[in-house]
């Protein structure tokens, strides 16, 4: 008995910090999705529905 209660007490900080951890990689993945999503015009800053039919079989370049 005495040996199943002191192996609760050390099982206890360890599933806390777990959670700690985990509630904290998964704020920080949520917040970094949020600011993608924020930036996003600052990171592609072009128009996704304009096309340019005339150019559409060229080769790439460093015009594209």
């Known amino acids: ?3 199943q209660l002191s192996e609760l007490e050390t099982l ?3 599933r806390r910090r777990q959670r700690v951890t985990s509630l ?3 704020l920080t993945l949520v917040a970094i999705l949020i600011l993608m999503a924020l930036l996003a ?3 592609a ?3 996704p ?3 340019t039919m ?3 079989l060229l080769a ?3 015009q594209h």
């Open 1 to 3: 008995m005495t040996q």
């Open 24 to 26: 904290t990689v998964g």
């Open 49 to 51: 529905n304009v096309q």
């Open 41 to 43: 015009p600052l990171i």
């Open 60 to 62: 790439p370049s460093a």
């Open 12 to 14: 206890r900080p360890r």
């Open 54 to 56: 005339s150019s559409r």
């Open 45 to 47: 800053p072009f128009d």
